[in-house]
């Protein structure tokens, strides 16, 4: 019953900011590093950002480094994707997941647009 549920996403100009957040539940959230991926139609799954259990550690998919920022509150089982000097080529779904021993959980995503 591992449950997460992105919000956040909506239409934005081209070197504007948004922030995504996913809100996790039935598992142990500070026990697990969590990422975020994005799919643009016709595209494969990327991975964007990871981030450790603790939030001591992350790590960015180059495409997105020095604009993209993850963070995690352990307090709100939530995770957030802080997205800055949008372009265009960012448009996607962004989804967060989680891996653990037992296999990986997917939220559904939510949909970034930038364009002007």
């Known amino acids: 019953q591992v449950q997460l549920v992105e919000s956040g996403g909506g239409l934005v100009q081209p070197g504007g900011s948004l922030r995504l957040s996913c809100a996790a539940s039935g598992f142990t959230f500070s026990w697990y590093g969590m990422n975020w991926y994005r799919q643009a139609p016709g595209k494969e799954r990327e991975w964007v950002a990871g981030?450790?259990?603790?939030?001591?550690?992350?790590n960015y998919a180059d495409s997105v480094k020095g604009r993209f920022t993850i963070s995690r509150d352990n307090a709100k089982n939530t995770v957030y994707l802080q997205m800055n000097s949008l372009k265009p080529e960012d448009t996607a779904v962004y989804s967060c997941?989680?891996?653990?021993?037992?296999?990986?959980?997917w939220g559904q995503g939510t949909q970034v647009t930038v364009s002007s």
């Open positions: 981030i450790d259990n603790t939030g001591g550690s992350t």
């Open positions: 997941n989680v891996r653990r021993t037992f296999g990986t959980d």
